[in-house]
């Protein structure tokens, strides 16, 4: 299951991991994050062990949606020790996510 990501827990969870982060940013209110959703759990226990993979709920949890300049949704960002290296905006094919969290666990 994909780990509930808030303004709190995100340096611990996402800046300080030792394995490649994937966060979906989304809202209840989002239709594509709905699409995208059910993907990111997917992917969560896909790679479970082997990546960090994290949901934060932008309404709830400005300050990381702000810090990232997260203006439209779902927006899936990937992390490597720390720092941004790879994103997507809106809703995309499993595929997609996977090709490009399994480029950062090379």
Known sequence: MALEITDANFDELVLKSDKPVL??????WCGP???V???VEDIAKEYDGKAVVGKV???NNPGI???F???NIPALLFFKNGEIVDKQIGAVP???L???????LA
């Open 23 to 28: 966060i979906d940013f989304w809202a209840e």
């Open 69 to 71: 300049g997260i203006r």
């Open 37 to 39: 959703g059910p993907v």
């Open 94 to 96: 499993k595929s997609v």
């Open 57 to 59: 709920n932008v309404d």
């Open 98 to 104: 996977t090709d490009k969290l399994v480029k950062q």
């Open 33 to 35: 994050c709905r699409m």
């Open 65 to 67: 949606s702000t810090k």
